[in-house]
């Protein structure tokens, strides 16, 4: 059967811990001593970029380089060639002075090579970086997402401009609803009477199927009361105020057999846990729709030209008579590690005044979006995002321009309302105008908290494990049934295979984090 995305990523987190492990003994040192060398004005600095978007994204960083009196030579590397391209670079000893973006290096590959990387902590301050200092004074959740438990700060945050609270959601072919005279389905009795409805009535529908991006399981849990977070969390959430993983509460367990009656019905796909990301793709993309519910960030995204033909599914009262949502705004808006600096860096303190100018509203819409008369425009209100040019998306135009969903950014989303956009199909404006309706049923999720050394050591083993047991079970248990009579067991081997020192790290790491906000 096919393990979920989450595990493939859980798999190259260990391998990439082990290789930034043995690279560690290779870390170099040898120009710590110059960090704070007032006369150098030039670095270099390397970001890696899902695409070959060209070199346009570097020009306002590039503007912001000269207000400051420096400049920036880019080492611009491919996503899907930096995992070999990152161990060479590690390994060789000459690194660039920066490293931008937080898809650069894992948590475990910074604490591993962390002899190559400074402090930052006497940079941020009221003299050397203002903007960021104040940041981090109105966004005290930033501060504590840098901070490592030893209390050491090795990497810049960001937060992002016009993001919404909710995340993934479910989409559902309003215009089968309508041509089957059925109302949008506000409860999960109501969606089995909808999915069994488009079964019995739509030739080759099938009612719920996975899109390839979003996990099926969890999505179709969420009116159990069984919310995911991020990718890369661990599928760790907070239930009534405590630490829980969710393949381990009751609501999961009521969930799975909710799902496998579902499945048993014939309402879920059946290659749901078998086909690869292509082939789900392959369904809900199709020209000829078959699809009736599926998850994802924007109908678009999931349907692609069918999208007008499906609309957001509201959240569903489940059992316990509430509606949830996923959202984790803490991970999909927020992030640290957006910058590294490395013991190469010379006059870090002017490096660090060009860092800091990023944290400004102004920057931010222009690193996200483009410089203004490019991507946005300045307006006596606040910012208009510009309509794409030529044949370019929205989401590629931004990409062509900026840094996107990279590099340091400041940003309070009460300033959501000062922008507007030229093209209403915007995929941030559409997604916005969803959050507005559903962010209402939010709830908190795990913090983007930090581990120590150690605690990442140990993550990487124990979580490897216990989510590939958990969702080999799961893949079971939805297709052919038992998890009631299997579920003493299956706790039991997760505690034998370390779910009790896996908890105790989260809650511990919680702890610090709710700590660190007092």
Not at 193 to 207: D, H, R, S, T
Not at 430 to 436: E, F, G, I
Not at 453 to 460: A, I
Not at 483 to 496: F, R
Request: proline share 5%; with cysteine.
């Amino acid at each position: 059967m096919k393990q979920h995305k989450k595990i493939y990523f859980a798999a190259g987190a260990a391998t990439l811990l082990i290789s930034a492990f043995l690279l560690a003994g290779c870390s170099s040192n040898s120009s710590s001593n110059n960090a704070d060398n007032t006369a150098n004005k030039n670095f270099e600095v390397a970001t890696v970029r899902w695409s070959d978007w060209g070199t346009t994204f570097q020009n306002y960083p590039n503007e912001l380089a000269k207000n400051a009196g420096i400049t920036i030579k880019w080492d611009t590397y491919l996503n899907a060639n930096w995992p070999d391209k990152s161990a060479t670079v590690l390994a060789s000893g000459k690194l660039p002075d920066a490293f931008i973006g937080s898809n650069a290096f894992t948590d475990q590959q910074i604490s591993q090579n962390q002899a190559d990387f400074i402090p930052l902590n006497k940079y941020i301050n009221s003299t050397d970086m203002p903007n960021l200092t104040k940041l981090l004074k109105e966004q005290p959740q930033l501060k504590s997402m840098i901070t490592n438990p030893d209390g050491k700060i090795y990497s810049l945050p960001k937060t992002s401009p016009m993001r919404p609270t909710v995340a993934n959601q479910l989409f559902i072919n309003k215009k089968w609803l309508d041509q089957l005279g059925l109302q949008m389905p506000t409860t999960y009795d109501e969606f089995v009477n909808v999915l069994e409805q488009f079964k019995a009535k739509i030739p080759g529908a099938v009612p719920y199927a996975p899109s390839g991006n979003v996990d099926p399981t969890f999505s179709y849990l969420l009116p159990f009361g069984v919310r995911d977070g991020a990718p890369g969390t661990n599928d760790v959430s907070i239930e009534s105020g405590k630490v829980v993983w969710n393949y381990n509460t009751d609501n999961y367990k009521t969930g799975i057999a909710a799902m496998h009656d579902a499945y048993t019905k014939g309402l879920i796909d059946s290659g749901t846990y078998t086909e690869n990301t292509t082939q789900m793709q392959n369904k809900t993309l199709a020209k000829n729709e078959t699809v009736g519910v599926s998850a994802g960030w924007t109908a678009d995204a999931v349907f692609g030209a069918n999208a007008k033909d499906y609309a957001a599914l509201p959240p569903l009262k489940g059992p316990d008579g509430k509606a949830y949502v996923m959202s984790d705004p803490e991970h999909y808006n927020e992030s640290r590690n957006e910058v590294l600096v490395t013991t190469h860096a010379k006059n870090v303190k002017a490096m660090m005044k060009w860092l800091d100018s990023f944290y400004t509203e102004d920057a931010a819409i222009q690193n996200f979006y483009g410089q203004f008369g490019v991507g946005t425009q300045k307006t006596s209100d606040g910012y208009t995002v510009l309509k794409p040019t030529g044949s370019n998306s929205s989401d590629t135009q931004a990409w062509i321009n900026s840094l996107r969903d990279f590099g340091p950014k400041a940003w309070n989303s009460v300033e959501n309302s000062k922008v507007t956009y030229q093209d209403t199909t915007n995929g941030d404006a559409v997604k916005l105008q969803m959050d507005a309706q559903y962010k209402k049923y939010a709830l908190p999720a795990y913090p983007n908290v930090t581990y120590s050394s150690d605690e990442l050591k140990t993550l990487s083993t124990i979580s490897t494990q216990l989510t590939s047991y958990a969702t080999q079970q799961e893949a079971l248990w939805v297709t052919k049934g038992g998890v009631d009579s299997d579920w003493s067991a299956y706790q039991k081997k997760l505690k034998d295979m370390g779910l009790d020192k896996f908890m105790k790290i989260q809650q511990d790491a919680y702890n610090r984090y709710k700590k660190s906000l007092k």
